[in-house]
């Protein structure tokens, strides 16, 4: 079984995977392939194009990725139908088998091990996305959590509106004011933490098959749920003033996306603030293209060092940005309080998907949140975090340069949670990753956040979430491990990263 | 301009809008009709096929409803495409007019106005979907929060597991084994209401386009979730025993759907109660299909007469079908707690839906849901609601009997929030609602949850939130409006929610 018609060109700048992939994409598209039809055996198909098994391997990878293809182990591999009469049905339960393609593909299960890790409190973990817990202002807020239940019980213990509880849109719009970014109450929906505000932004614009550029690498959750949307995701890499603006219109010129996802400030996961002069330049590229902005700003009170910038929604004037955060980082995760800030044709669809999905956040909990910064207490509680924040990052900056090898480069962030290392090209992260958790110590793989393969020799290590001294020791073992297991490679690592990578 | 080709039959039993819309999805399906043309204006259609303006308006309005159209008042209805790239532009914002097909369509402007009907609390609301505000055990609620803050504060104030709370979980596992369907923690995602345990289970199963059975009429959530998906719903009228198993047959048959979505238990709007032997039929007959239930029993722990029958989950041993409940209605709607059980292949698909929709609901609130329920107030709780409802229930049948027209029907629930009537044929409910909403009373609009259209003559009329002084006010209004606005029409009302109605 081959396919004819299928040529490749090795001496393309583009990866020969990319062009298996593009040709059978070039192929359903024309009509020579058909939906659910099942592709070569990737033997055969190697042997039809000269190539090594793996190569075709990693094509037909790329193509389940990006949906086009299911893959089911020992069982081949088959281009995805346009109607749902064409899923394949799953031998072991036809009846359970057949799931919706929103939970297909291998996003899925890499995503509850990507959390199940980031949330473990095993040993010293350097591979979370939560705050400080001993840090966390638990008394004042069970005082504000008891003044609310005494003074308002029963109204809050009832539906809410589905927008949110007004006191706390009023007490946001005010802090967004304060901070150089007007915004009104009326465009303030208040979600369950910042992952419900950036999915909902995606699911109002983003229908399966639609393209959606987004920082390479970038948040892992933002991953997910784009997959589970169908989305297309192109990837953009960053230089360090953020996302590169020459890739950028490359790819909203070839791609035509509705939306693109960024994290200017505290980038997550290489910690990365966005220039302004780069800031006012994406706003500009965007609206050439007329692009919509999903700005996550999961961070932006929690900087240690350095001024704040302006965020894109206050240089668009909130036009054709929407701007989303959270108080998981700065204050309590267990609450799930965060919120998105949209212009009005978009926020009464949010408004309508925050219902269809959940019909509202816990007024309850808004409303002691109210009451918690009505008190005066965050800005008490920001302070605290920030200056630890700022001593662990600096013990993990020290800590790093005396125990990894020479060629690992980490630049010590000026805010946010986690930093970020590169490695020697010869590390394995998936090997340090296991060696490490083996010892007690959890890191954050890079490979994971990144969208178009890469960053195999990045590590994400979160400095909020423990003591300098775990901190230091933490960053020992790794360091132990990187000098015994890679003793030979102390060329300088090649920023990978920074470098433009074929864009899809 | 015409559609050559398009023929009806005024004698068939189909309407002849159905015959329009149907004729047009074939010409699409067969390709005389192609994604992103232009339907002729309703004048020149009706010309062509010598029918009233009106009769082809119904049927653009059915091709919008099922997503297979779009319109736009006066910028004509438009078939809709296949791909993003074809989805029409707003020319008063051509940057945020193309929002996804999910919040496209009339159904989303609907739905939050239904919502904001059903949460207002002006003059005397018989239109909510929710519990007796005056009942609420919040001074228990308060105690057991004050317990888990003090206690177990800075775990609860963290992330927590995308499934749930584990205390809570066990909890519900052994609730649910106690009444007779044996299950495992480990098989409960605890959600934000039973809304997200059902739109979490559609999402699993539907991709656009996929047919999905529900008992028609239904819930307006579900009919909300369902279009968001791009699901073709299609509807099966009930009987005095729940669904009907000769239609039901017929559906499952015809549309193949991979779910049907039904509430046996004090269905909303109807209040009916499925047999013991409809439900065996229906699990046999969902089996044969190979189609999943998603069995929704949101109020399984509010009947207030009468013995429980088993759920269909417990019928099946939770094999096919997936069991979701709530704690909003039978307790607190404010804490957003529900859950959804499902056989383990689906489990882990609902778990990384939920992560990526909100990385998992609450700790804090499940903690003291659980710190709450083991403090043993929610069966206290329980015994005086029922015993409320039933009294107020009692009223309001008494105050139906006294004030409406003799041809109004209404059978006294036995368990639940609302009753339903069904009104002289006559009787227009828009007209209703809005000439009793300016005597301060609130209704449930039963048009609103018919899925196939109908229903004009019916209402859904909520007890359980007013006292049984407000329900007799209240009923006094309506029953006045219906003698004064519909004198002449004493005839029994035709129960056309038992009747067959043409399955699409």
């Not at 004011?177 to 419900?196: E, H, M, Y």
């Not at 693109?260 to 965007?286: L, S």
Request: glycine share 10%; hydrophobic share 40%; aromatic share 6%.
């Amino acid at each position: 079984m081959t396919l004819p018609g299928l040529t490749i060109d090795p001496a393309a700048a583009t990866p020969v995977y990319r062009q298996i992939a593009e040709g059978i994409q070039r192929a359903l598209h024309d009509g020579r392939l058909a939906a659910g039809q099942q592709l070569p055996p990737t033997r055969d198909l190697a042997k039809q194009l000269s190539v090594n098994r793996n190569t075709i391997v990693a094509a037909y990878d790329l193509l389940v990725e990006q949906r086009v293809a299911t893959g089911h182990t020992g069982r081949g591999t088959f281009l995805v139908g346009a109607a749902g009469g064409d899923r394949p049905v799953n031998p072991d339960d036809p009846w359970l088998g057949a799931f919706a393609r929103a939970v297909q593909g291998p996003g899925v299960g890499n995503l509850l091990t990507i959390y199940r890790v980031a949330t473990s409190h095993e040993g010293i973990s350097l591979a979370g996305g939560y705050p400080a817990g001993e840090l966390m202002p638990v008394e004042p807020f069970a005082r504000a959590m008891e003044k609310t239940l005494r003074e308002r019980g029963a109204e809050v213990l009832s539906y809410g509106p589905t927008a949110g509880y007004g006191p706390l849109r009023e007490t946001i719009a005010a802090e967004m004011s304060r901070k150089g970014a007007p915004c009104d109450a009326s465009s303030i929906l208040v979600t369950n933490g910042s992952q419900q505000a950036m999915e909902l932004a995606f699911r109002a614009f983003v229908d399966p098959g639609d393209a959606v550029v987004v920082e390479d690498p970038t948040y892992t959750g933002a991953i997910s749920a784009l997959a589970a949307l169908g989305a297309r995701v192109v990837g953009v890499p960053l230089d360090d003033q953020g996302i590169r603006p020459d890739l950028l219109k490359l790819a909203l010129a070839r791609h035509r996306p509705r939306v693109m996802y960024v994290q200017p400030t505290f980038h997550n996961p290489t910690a990365r603030v966005m220039g302004e002069a780069r800031r006012r330049e994406v706003v500009a590229i965007a609206a050439r293209h007329r692009c919509v902005i999903v700005e996550d700003d999961w961070a932006g009170d929690l900087r240690f060092e350095g001024r704040d910038l302006p965020t894109l929604h206050a240089l668009d004037g909130g036009k054709h940005v929407l701007y989303l955060s959270t108080f998981s980082k700065k204050l309590l995760p267990g609450l799930r309080v965060g919120w998105v800030v949209a212009p009005e044709p978009v926020f009464d669809r949010l408004v309508a998907l925050k219902q269809i999905e959940d019909c509202g956040t816990s007024p309850l909990v808004q409303a002691a949140l109210h009451a918690f910064i009505a008190s005066g207490f965050q800005e008490e509680h920001l302070a605290r975090v920030r200056s630890a924040y700022l001593s662990r990052s600096r013990a993990m900056d020290e800590a790093i340069r005396i125990h990894f090898p020479d060629g690992a480069r980490f630049t010590r962030p000026s805010g946010g949670l986690f930093g970020w290392v590169v490695l020697p090209d010869s590390v394995d992260g998936d090997e340090l990753f296991t060696a490490a958790r083996e010892r007690g110590v959890l890191v954050g793989r890079g490979s994971l956040f990144h969208v178009s393969g890469g960053g195999r020799n990045t590590l994400r290590l979160t400095f909020a979430s423990s003591s300098e001294e775990q901190i230091r020791s933490g960053v020992k073992v790794l360091g132990d491990l990187l000098n015994r297991r890679w003793p030979k490679d102390r060329a300088a690592s090649r920023e990978r990263d920074f470098e433009a990578v074929p864009i899809l």
